[in-house]
């Protein structure tokens, strides 16, 4: 037996946890590709308008998701911290913290959303696009940032249900939430002929009411279990404190993403556009694997939160094995379909052919993202957000010579085609990946992340 198998108490093939993996992944993977979705539908109905719009939004969409996605401890941190009460018995302070975590997403989704609205024309020229495309993106930025309370709403109640093993009600919250973003953009973009402003109002909208209908189930949760509703300053603070190391996780990740963005607006208008898309679908993948993570974070903080070692050790087991064979079956997939998927998104045939050959690339990856979002997931579950937090960082300073490399010799990659340059790019890319995975491999052998009882 190997010693992972020995840490896992012989479990690995255990059809109960199997069970309970699948519970809980299987409607966090439906409810998370709802989340690019979003998106998705945005980039096909906009890219139809033309390509000056879809450049725009990729300027605006990085930007937007960047200033959101900073707060995705939120969700992350209210998981494992709820996740750890469960575990421990205790409902009462699983709801409370997570009602302490919403508040705090209230104060920062103000803040934030006021920031982006008056600095989005900034915001978007450090992209360096051209004038048309950066037109375009502060429209769509300076509406998206009403949405930006909702969002971070939003992420909060999700983590707070996922960390009482709740993943059906997030599900329907963002089924509902597409189909009315979908219905909303084409009403306001084609029907009222609002171009780019109307999708941005569509997903405002839709974001909306799906953090009102989370904030009401969280509600109803917290009265049954006797948890108090009222703000409590003291362990507001506490929250945000508790998520300082997971934010600055995050700092390092968008700005991977934010500097991949750069290098290609550095390419050009068609380039930027291909790689809009590109990011999308690469983005849809990394959710529709990230149900596995969702999964690894609620079962990690409850079996460590019950002082279950064992249990943690096989289901991370587990769900890595699944975690690779489910990206491998998605890059397979999107293999096959690298030449159709660009036609749904662009009219531009030199887009379609930059986006075609970005596609390949990210096909290629997909079994080292099953890997490194399980991973991640499992850390995050168990509260290891310091290291998350400069493993991350170290990662960022190893991935910039590669984004800048491609930077510097753009010119020379685009004299042997726009499809080769953007290649390049996301073999970069992919190189971030690899360098995450390696360092998630060094720390999940050893034991020093399972840490058990009801808080870290």
């Known amino acids: 037996m190997s010693r992972d198998e020995t840490a896992a108490g012989g479990r690995r093939g255990d059809p109960a946890q199997s ?17 690019p979705m979003f998106l998705l539908a945005d980039s096909a109905i906009i890219g139809h308008l033309g390509t000056a719009q879809l450049a725009g939004l990729g300027v605006a969409s990085a930007t937007l998701l960047t200033a959101a996605n900073l707060f995705v401890f939120l969700a992350y941190g209210a998981t494992s911290i709820v996740a750890r009460q469960v575990g421990a018995g205790s409902e009462r302070g699983a709801l409370e913290a997570g009602i302490d975590g919403t508040w705090l997403a209230v104060g920062l989704g103000a803040a934030t959303g006021l920031a982006v609205a008056l600095a989005a024309e900034p915001l978007c020229r450090l992209f360096g696009a ?53 219905v909303l953009n084409l009403l306001f973009v084609y029907g009222f002929g609002w171009g780019i402003a109307g999708s941005a109002w569509g997903t405002v909208l839709a974001q909306t009411g799906m953090a009102l209908g989370l904030v009401t189930v969280l509600v109803r949760h917290a009265r049954r ?6 703000a409590h300053p003291a362990r507001v603070l506490k929250a945000a404190v508790t998520g300082v190391p997971l934010l600055v ?11 991949t963005t750069w290098v290609a607006a550095g390419l050009g208008d068609v380039p930027l556009a291909a790689h809009q898309v590109a990011a999308t679908v690469w983005s849809f993948l990394v959710f529709a694997l990230d149900a596995l993570a969702i999964a690894a974070q609620a079962l990690t903080g409850k079996a460590l939160g019950a ?20 990206g491998a079956v998605l890059g397979v997939v999107l293999l096959a379909l690298h030449t159709v998927i660009p036609a749904a998104f662009t009219q531009d045939p030199a887009v379609r052919s930059a986006l075609a050959a970005a596609l390949v690339v990210v096909a290629l990856g997909q079994p080292l993202s099953g890997y490194v979002f399980v991973v991640d997931g499992v850390l ?41 340059a953007m290649g390049a790019l996301w073999v970069a890319f992919t190189g971030f990946m690899a360098i995450r995975a390696v360092f998630f491999w060094t720390r999940i052998r050893g034991d020093a992340w399972m840490v058990t009882g009801a808080a870290r």
């Open 19 to 35: 069970r309970e993996i699948l519970r809980l992944a299987v409607p966090a993977f439906l409810a998370l590709v709802a989340e």
């Open 130 to 182: 051209s004038e048309a495309a950066i037109g375009f993106a502060t429209t769509y930025l300076r509406i998206s940032a009403i949405g930006i309370p909702a969002m971070l709403v939003a992420l909060a109640a999700t983590g707070v249900l996922r960390g009482l093993q709740d993943t059906r009600t997030p599900l329907v919250a963002s089924a509902v939430g597409f189909g009315a973003n979908i």
């Open 225 to 230: 279990a006797g948890a108090g509703l009222h």
């Open 249 to 259: 996780r995050t700092l390092a990740l968008r700005s991977i993403l934010l500097v």
């Open 307 to 326: 002082g279950d070692v064992r249990a943690a050790r096989a289901a991370t087991s587990t769900m890595i094995r699944w975690g690779v064979w489910g």
């Open 380 to 420: 995050i579950g168990a509260g290891d957000g310091r290291w998350l937090a400069k493993a991350m960082v170290a990662t960022l300073v190893l991935y910039l010579p590669l984004a800048l490399g491609v930077h510097l010799n753009g010119d020379r990659l685009l004299e042997s085609g726009v499809p080769f």
